[in-house]
Nanobody
Framework: QVQLVESGGGLVQAGGSLRLACVAS????????MGWYRQAPGKQRELVAA???????NYPDSVKGRFTISRDNAKNTVYLQMNSLKPEDTAVYFC????????WGQGTQVTVSS
């Protein structure tokens, strides 16, 4: 059973930074794609960053230039560095890993105050 555990969320003022971490219970080499999603109250879950096993990254325009996803294969960990945070970034952030199926973490709350 694959487990993904997120950490690093919290309360930060607008313009601040946070770094989220997602630790997998297995080697992340098995996942061809890993990513971070977020879900704000009353809204659909949306992708904020993705990284392939080869290191190719993808971001939506809403976070491009502010968020950076990276992976440390030796630590079975994927990170999301979030800079210049805005109140609209407030959401629960979920880690996702994909092989033949998708796995999800429990999520970590990020709150950005204005």
């Amino acid at each position: 059973q694959v487990q993904l555990v997120e950490s690093g969320g919290g309360l930060v003022q607008a313009g601040g930074s946070l770094r989220l971490a997602c630790v997998a219970s297995t080697t992340i080499f098995r996942f061809h794609l890993m990513g971070w999603y977020r879900q704000a109250p009353g809204k659909q879950r949306e992708l904020v960053a993705a990284i392939t096993s080869g290191g190719t990254t993808n971001y939506p325009d809403s976070v491009k230039g502010r968020f950076t996803i990276s992976r440390d294969n030796a630590k079975n960990t994927v990170y999301l560095q979030m800079n210049s945070l805005k109140p609209e970034d407030t959401a629960v952030y979920f880690c996702n890993a994909r092989e033949s199926r998708a796995y999800w973490g429990q999520g970590t709350q990020v709150t950005v105050s204005s």
